[in-house]
């Protein structure tokens, strides 16, 4: 905001900066009947986690639980008004309090700038990651937003789009990582891709009419998991560069009319465990000589529907389903070798019914999540088979109580 206030040159004396402050309580109570792998004190659940005995062969997983939180409230303040290079400029940043699970720590979501012309846009900063698909994002109540089936990340980034004539539109992204990094041999960093010295690059071309909204996607990734490794003969430590480059597709399609909405979302992924996607990567060749190794992304297929129906009283349902596709090539060694996202989730599905009412500002809403994980062990040398499957589940129940501002 400072930048953009002092950024008044003679051409531009009739600049008038205008703020606007918004945002809003949010109130989550919700009961599961299994443990889940979550974050924020259970607030944003994923999947049903796996099975794990005690010593009498009970599962220390199967057990429910409950719990209550405002942690998700946010705030969000707007500066505008100023033209530069003309294009009309706005700033914003965006934070709630779930930083640190535990406690209520101010976290930021978004801080960015945007440069707006006629056909044209350019936005600077951290946001949603474009393959998040802002306007295709399911209709739930719950604050995943449809993850793991729906790429959830917040990155910073530099996105150019361009408005063709008619409906047709193209973007451009390169993106980094920060709060949501890649797993690898030091665990989730963001050392992987600043070693590859490359942004994440996203394409995105939809067409937009009325009430029908379609649109592909394409993304370039590349990390460079380690910058040494280390002989298993000798010990000796030798320089790596290798990297890894993983392709990812998404295709989408949205219908509104009236108060009916249906919304179709297809991604074929590679690597995309910071999207909270099954997702990762694995080693097909180890060096004895020298370690150093190669590697080859899993494989993801991701897709679910989203309809609803109404207004002040709405209701809506998201079914979901996910397979786990393993690699295109052997991967040798073990567990150890494999990194990545819920990899030993061979697949997954979900069905997430709910209801809300609004009264102007104020909306309640309940929900009922039900999610199946189906889960096996990694069988050496395969491309990323896995074995002894079995079946766990979890249904959430959720209840919230919006007031926005």
């Known amino acids: 905001m400072l930048f953009l206030s002092v950024f008044n040159t003679d051409g531009q004396t009739k600049d008038s900066l205008?703020?606007?402050?918004?945002?809003?309580?949010?109130?989550?109570?919700?009961?599961?009947?299994?443990?889940?792998?979550?974050?924020?004190?259970?607030?944003?659940?994923?999947?049903?986690?796996?099975?794990?005995?005690?010593?009498?062969?009970?599962d220390l997983n199967e057990r429910s639980s409950a719990n209550a939180l405002a942690l998700a409230s946010r705030i969000k303040l707007v500066a505008a008004g100023v033209k530069i290079f003309g294009a009309n400029t706005s700033s914003f940043l965006e934070a709630d309090f779930t930083g640190t699970s535990g406690s209520s720590r101010v976290r930021f979501r978004h801080a960015a700038i945007t440069l707006g012309w006629q056909n044209s846009s350019l936005l600077i900063?951290?946001?949603?990651?474009?393959?998040?698909?802002?306007?295709?994002?399911?209709?739930?109540?719950?604050?995943?937003?449809?993850?793991?089936?729906?790429?959830?990340?917040?990155?910073?980034?530099?996105?150019?789009?361009?408005?063709?004539?008619?409906?047709?539109?193209?973007?451009?992204?390169?993106?980094?990582?920060?709060?949501?990094?890649?797993?690898?041999?030091?665990?989730?960093?963001s050392s992987y891709i600043r070693n590859a010295a490359l942004p994440d690059f996203t394409f995105h071309l939809k067409y937009a009419n009325a009430g029908l909204e379609v649109g592909a996607l394409g993304d370039i990734f590349v990390i460079q998991p380690r910058t040494y490794t280390v002989s298993l003969l000798n010990g000796n430590i030798r320089k790596a560069t290798t990297t890894l480059t993983s392709l990812s597709y998404q295709g989408y399609i949205k219908y509104t009319n009236k108060q009916l909405f249906v919304i179709a979302k297809a991604i074929m992924g590679q690597?995309?465990?910071?999207?909270?996607?099954?997702?990762?990567?694995?080693?097909?060749?180890?060096?004895?000589?020298?370690?150093?190794?190669?590697?080859?992304?899993?494989?993801?297929?991701?897709?679910?529907?989203?309809?609803?129906?109404?207004?002040?009283?709405?209701?809506?349902?998201f079914l979901g389903y996910e397979k786990n596709l393993g690699t295109n090539k052997v991967l040798v060694g073990s567990d150890q070798n494999i990194y990545g996202r819920s990899l030993n989730i061979a697949s997954l599905v979900r069905i997430a019914p709910n209801i809300t009412w609004t009264v102007k500002n104020f909306m309640l809403g309940s929900e009922v999540e039900y999610t199946n994980a189906e889960y096996g062990t990694f069988e050496f040398p395969s491309k990323g088979r896995l074995t002894n499957c079995y079946r766990v589940s979890n249904t959430r129940l959720l209840f919230l109580a919006i007031y926005n501002f």
Do not use: C
């Not at 109570?29 to 099975?51: H, I, M």
């Not at 150019?160 to 041999?185: C, E, K, M, R, V």
């Open 125 to 189: 900063g951290l946001y949603w990651h474009p393959m998040v698909v802002t306007g295709t994002l399911p209709s739930i109540i719950s604050l995943n937003t449809g993850a793991p089936f729906q790429p959830f990340n917040r990155s910073p980034q530099v996105t150019f789009t361009h408005n063709f004539i008619g409906s047709f539109g193209l973007a451009a992204s390169a993106s980094w990582q920060s709060d949501y990094t890649s797993n690898g041999p030091v665990g989730y960093s």
């Open 18 to 58: 205008s703020y606007s402050f918004s945002g809003f309580v949010r109130f989550d109570y919700w009961n599961d009947t299994r443990v889940n792998d979550e974050a924020v004190e259970g607030l944003f659940s994923l999947v049903p986690s796996q099975k794990v005995f005690d010593s009498y062969g009970n």
């Open 271 to 317: 690597n995309l465990a910071h999207q909270l996607l099954i997702g990762g990567y694995g080693t097909t060749s180890i060096d004895s000589q020298t370690g150093a190794e190669r590697y080859t992304p899993f494989n993801d297929l991701s897709t679910y529907l989203n309809i609803g129906y109404g207004n002040a009283v709405k209701a809506s349902i």
